[in-house]
T-cell receptor, first 114, second 113 residues
Framework: EAEVAQSPRYKITEKSQAVAFWCDPI?????LYWYRQILGQGPELLVQ????????DSQLPKDRFSAERLKGVDSTLKIQPAELGDSAMYLC????????????FGQGTRLTVV | QQQVKQSPQSLIVQKGGISIINCAYE??????FPWYQQFPGKGPALLIA?????SEKKEGRFTISFNKSAKQFSLHIMDSQPGDSATYFC????????????FGKGTKLTVNP
């Protein structure tokens, strides 16, 4: 069964260090999302890609966060420098797009900043 | 501004009982309403979804009821089982628009044996 792959599953980093997360969406899915989920809350969108283009990054803290999807397939989310408040689950999701909005989520990366 | 409000925050049900979770939305442009189930340490998994052209959708023990005029929708879990114990999130999006999912804050469901 096709699934969204994310790595690493867990990451512990010291504040002010750089950290990166990787996502490989389901093959053929044009739309890719990065969500952040703080413990006990619902996921909140950080950035949305349609193929290699950013569609929505209005909630991405651009002074420290960056995201890319260079060839319109896999994607990387980077935080530099990490802050204590960045501790959360980072979820990647993908969908076919083009009015098919059924989104499938990966297992997520649990980030702990110490 | 919270666009999707979900209640209750937590719910305890006995095995065999009915679990009901409610959501209300503000943006009338929303036209896709999924429910996600999330187990600890896992990503959310799509459970069931509805479009506003129908008032109810049923899949097995899971039913979504939708009230467009009240801008409310709910998830009913019939014959709740201990394996249903998880956190449930409602969400909404605009098909053909930004398509991003806006989530509620979640309901932690516990089904006692």
């Amino acid at each position: 069964e096709a699934e969204v792959a994310q790595s690493p599953r867990y990451k512990i980093t010291e504040k002010s260090q750089a950290v990166a997360f990787w996502c490989d969406p389901i093959s053929g899915h044009a739309t890719l999302y990065w969500y952040r989920q703080i413990l006990g809350q619902g996921p909140e969108l950080l950035v949305q890609f349609q193929d290699e283009s950013v569609v929505d990054d209005s909630q991405l803290p651009k002074d420290r966060f960056s995201a890319e999807r260079l060839k319109g397939v896999d994607s990387t989310l980077k935080i530099q420098p990490a802050e204590l408040g960045d501790s959360a689950m980072y979820l990647c999701a993908s969908s076919l797009g083009q009015v098919n909005t059924e989104a499938f989520f990966g297992q997520g990366t649990r980030l702990t900043v110490v | 501004q919270q666009q999707v409000k979900q209640s209750p925050q937590s719910l305890i049900v006995q095995k065999g009982g009915i679990s009901i979770i409610n959501c209300a939305y503000e943006n009338t442009a929303f036209d896709y309403f999924p429910w996600y189930q999330q187990f600890p340490g896992k990503g959310p998994a799509l459970l069931i979804a509805i479009r506003p052209d129908v008032s109810e959708k049923k899949e097995g023990r899971f039913t979504i009821s939708f009230n467009k005029s009240a801008k409310q929708f709910s998830l009913h879990i019939m014959d709740s089982q201990p394996g249903d114990s998880a956190t449930y999130f409602c969400a909404a999006s605009q098909v053909g628009g930004s398509e991003k999912l806006v989530f509620g804050k979640g309901t932690k469901l516990t089904v006692n044996p």
